[in-house]
């Protein structure tokens, strides 16, 4: 199971922290964190595998979101958010190794979602 918090409403420009935690081991070797806005296709915005190793991220999100992985606890920094960065984010777990792409179909658990609104 995992456990998404950390979603608000804040203003363009500050930040928030999300975070995702594992019940247990539950084997996976990919972390992701997925937005999703109504109306459209649910978007990557970054991965990291499971050591906390080889993070990657959306173009739109680079150098302004960080993704972190430590035990069963996965972080998602978000710095300087934009009103474009608001929507539902979702955890979600991968059992194999990460892949260069980052495609909702390639995760195999996935938390509740949290909020984040930007205005």
């Known amino acids: 199971q995992l456990v998404e918090s950390g979603g608000g409403s804040v203003q363009p420009g500050q930040s928030l922290r999300l975070s995702c935690k594992a019940s247990g081991s539950m084997g996976g070797l990919c972390m992701g964190w997925f937005r999703q806005v109504p109306g459209e296709e649910s978007e990557g915005v970054a991965r990291i595998t499971a050591g906390g190793g080889s993070p990657a991220y959306a173009d739109s999100v680079k150098g302004r979101f960080t993704i972190s992985q430590n035990h069963y606890k996965n972080v998602l920094e978000m710095n300087n958010l934009r009103p474009e960065d608001a929507g539902m984010y979702f955890c979600?777990?991968?059992?194999?190794?990460?892949?260069?792409?980052?495609?909702?179909?390639?995760?195999?658990?996935w938390g509740q979602g949290t909020q984040v609104t930007v205005s």
């Open positions: 979600a777990m991968r059992s194999g190794g990460c892949l260069p792409t980052m495609i909702p179909t390639e995760y195999n658990y």
